[in-house]
Structure formats: C-alpha cells, structure tokens
C-alpha cells in the first residue's frame, strides 16, 4: 500500500478527544494560526497542549503564519509586509526563533488575499524564507488558491503563484474547497469535478509530490430559496448525517460533484445541505492517485471527521510517518 503526507489544520482549542482521533492518521498537524502584524512580530497562541498531544503520536507539527488581523484576511497588512524588507526579515527573523523555541518541524504560510501587484514581493519573501528554514532544517509548506490557470484573475489567485511554491516550498497545501461557502450560494464545499481541474493545471507547475489536496472537514446547510447576502450554517460531517436522520429525509449524491446532500423542512422553510461522507471522500483519495500527489490536507480537524473518514483512508493509503528530522 502507498505512502501518503497527511496534514490537518486545527486550532489550538480543540478538544483532546477530537485530536486524539485524527493525530494517528497524520504526517503534519498545521496549528493555525500565528498572526503576523504589521511590524513583523508574531501574536503567539497557547499551543502547548497541542504540540504535546501531537508529540505523543509522532506528528509533526507546523507553524501556520498568516495575515489575519480580527477582520479576517488582509490585504493592506501583506502589503506592508511584503514591500518593506526590515519588516519582513524581521518576521522571518521572528518566525525561526519561534519555530526553534517550540520545536515546530517547519512553517506553514498562509497568506492570502494578496494584491496582485504585490506578487513579485511574495514570490521573494517565499524563496527567502525557504532558504532560512532550509538552512535550519525546518520544512517550509504553503497554502495556495485553488487555480486553474496561471493567469487567473481575482485579489485570491493572482499573487499566489504555483511555480515559484512549486520550487521553494516542500510542499504546497491547495485549497481545494469552499466552491459552496457561507454567503454563496447552495451547491457542494469541494465538488470533484471542479478539484480535478486545480489538479491538473497544478501538475504542470507544481512536482506532484510536493502536492497536498485539500479535504473540507464540514459542510453548509442553506436556507431556500437562496438570497445573495444571506449566510449558510456551518454543520460538522456527522451533524449533518444527523440532522437527516432526524428530519427523516434520503441523503442524495451527485454523480458530477460526487458529493452527498439532502434537502429538508424545518418549521415550514425549506434547506439544502452539502457535506462529505465516505463516498466523497473516497472519490477524492482516487484523484491522489491518479496525479501522483504527494498526499491530503484537511481543513480542518476542530471537529469530529465522518464516520468513514479514517477507516477509508486507512483502506486506501498508509500514511507517512517522520521518524527523524534528516528524512526531509
């Protein structure tokens, strides 16, 4: 059976029972995230309990950075810290030292919403990063848009750019969900269909196996008829199976996305929701195959995985385990 990277990201509160769960099927648990501010220091986040419990397991943990400021991702905060080179070998500096201190096996960067005239600035600061944290042996992994051609427009896309990753990163975490998000309208989290088109522009810049797919761990229930501005419930995978048990409902799967739903009333109003079981996620382990990827990511591991989900990976793929800092 074929070896397999498989990463999670999780925030530091999650609950021991929850990660006690996931931490046997993982390579690397992504713990996000560490907020870079706009003189390059770091916010620090309580992870102690975490990187123990991850230890214990013989997972690797990554620090996830990004340019998150309360308001979510930030585009004027990577802006600051891209062009301003004191600024960002300060956070580079901050970074390693931390890394050091709590013994992290890498860094994940996560920086999205870039303006697209700052993607020069990006593609320096990934090759100088890459090079510090080589030079330290720390692994360096980042988290892409999910693209489909080089010159893909949109503030999420333009500045992430697949070779220059592809060449400085170990590995490249695509973000391959959210097709169905919270203020969209209905349809399936990380339809099949449209994660194969990534893939496959993704293979002709990226090694395949740097590549790590990315796997939602959640779904959306939406009000219908849909109205733009309205926002989706967020469900857990089994809260969803639940909550069709419990209207007395037949989960559906659609053939193109290969994702299950089911559509139900609830005080005389009308839903939909999309999710991922087994089925779907078997759908998306063939694609790892069939590309030669590298393994998986999930996004991410706060709550309880389906049912299926570690058995089916367990069938399908053994995953890797780093026993020595040398091996990467």
């Known amino acids: 059976m074929n070896e397999i990277i498989v990463n999670g990201y999780v925030f530091p509160f999650v609950s021991d029972e929850v990660i006690n769960l996931a931490l046997p099927n993982l390579t690397f648990l992504s713990i996000f995230s560490y907020h870079a501010n706009n003189n390059g220091d770091l916010e620090l986040i309580d992870d102690a309990n975490i990187r123990n419990l991850a230890s214990k397991e013989n997972v690797k943990t990554l620090m996830s950075v990004t340019n998150m400021t309360n308001m979510g991702f930030s585009s004027d905060l990577a802006h600051t810290i891209l062009t301003n080179e004191t600024i960002n070998n300060n956070l580079i500096q901050n970074i390693l030292n931390l890394a050091k201190e709590r013994n992290f096996y890498g860094v994940n960067i996560d920086f999205e919403y870039i303006y697209p005239e700052d993607k020069d600035s990006y593609n320096n600061f990934i090759k100088k990063i890459s090079e510090v944290l080589h030079r330290n042996n720390l692994i360096l992994t980042t988290a892409l848009a999910p693209k489909t051609s080089k010159d893909q427009k949109g503030t999420l896309y333009e500045a992430h750019d697949y070779s220059i990753h592809g060449k400085?990163?170990?590995y490249v975490i695509l973000m391959t969900y959210e097709w169905g998000y919270a203020y969209g309208p209905p349809m399936a989290v990380s339809p099949?269909?449209?994660?194969?088109?990534?893939?496959?522009?993704?293979?002709t810049e990226i090694p395949s196996k740097k590549i790590?797919?990315?796997?939602p761990n959640y779904g959306y229930d939406w009000v219908l008829p849909y109205e733009k501005g309205t926002r989706a419930t967020t469900l857990t995978n089994p809260g969803a199976v639940?909550?069709?048990k419990e209207t007395g409902v037949t989960i559906n799967f659609d053939d193109e996305a290969m994702s299950p739903y089911f559509n139900y009333t609830d005080n005389g109003i009308n839903h939909?929701?999309?999710f991922e079981n087994g089925q779907s996620i078997k759908a998306k382990l063939g694609l790892v195959s069939k590309y030669n990827l590298g393994g998986i990511s999930y996004w991410n591991l706060n709550n309880l995985a389906s049912e299926e989900n570690w058995p089916i990976l367990r069938d399908t793929f053994n995953t890797y385990k780093i026993n020595f800092k040398t091996e990467i």
């Open 242 to 244: 639940l909550l069709a």
């Open 192 to 203: 099949l269909n449209k994660v194969e088109n990534v893939l496959k522009y993704a293979v």
């Open 168 to 170: 400085y990163a170990d």
């Open 212 to 215: 790590l797919m990315g796997i």
């Open 272 to 274: 939909v929701v999309w």
